[in-house]
C-alpha cells in the first residue's frame, strides 16, 4: 500500500506565498512522477505542476513563474512553492504520484489534498 500525505495549505493573502509538501510512504519501489493538481470550488481538477525523477518539470500556464515544484527523490516528497498568489489560486490542492512496486506494478496515487485558500 502506498501513501501519499500533504501538508502546507493555509490560508493567505493575495500576493503572499506558501509551500506545500507531500510524502510518499509504503511499498514504494522507485518513483516516476510526482505532481500537484488542484480543484477550485465548481471546476475540474486541474494539472499544476509536475516533476520526473530526472528533474523534468511541467508548469500549468497560470502559473509559470510564479510556482516552483521540487522534489527529494531520497525521501519521497515532493514541495510546490507558490509565490505571488492570487484570488484564483484559491483551491484544494492534491498530491499525485505514479509509483512502482516492488512486484513491478504501476500504480497511480492520490493525497486526500489540502485547502488553500487566498483572499484579503
Known amino acids: 500500500q502506498v501513501q501519499l500525505v500533504e501538508s502546507g495549505g493555509n490560508l493567505v493573502q493575495p500576493g503572499g506565498s506558501l509551500r506545500l509538501s507531500c510524502a510518499a510512504s509504503?511499498?514504494?519501489?522507485?518513483?516516476?512522477?510526482m505532481g500537484w493538481y488542484r480543484q477550485a470550488p465548481g471546476k475540474e481538477r486541474e494539472l499544476v505542476a509536475t516533476?520526473?525523477?530526472?528533474?523534468?518539470?511541467n508548469y500549468a500556464d497560470s502559473v509559470k513563474g510564479r510556482f516552483t515544484i521540487s522534489t527529494i527523490d531520497a525521501k519521497k516528497m515532493v514541495y510546490l512553492q507558490m509565490n505571488s498568489l492570487k484570488l484564483e489560486d484559491t483551491a484544494v490542492y492534491y498530491c499525485?504520484?505514479?509509483?512502482?512496486?516492488?512486484?513491478?506494478?504501476?500504480?497511480?496515487?492520490w493525497g486526500q489534498g489540502t485547502l488553500v485558500t487566498v483572499s484579503s
Open positions: 499525485n504520484a505514479e509509483v512502482m512496486t516492488p512486484l513491478y506494478k504501476k500504480l497511480e496515487v
Open positions: 509504503g511499498s514504494i519501489f522507485s518513483i516516476n512522477v
Open positions: 516533476v520526473t525523477t530526472i528533474g523534468y518539470t
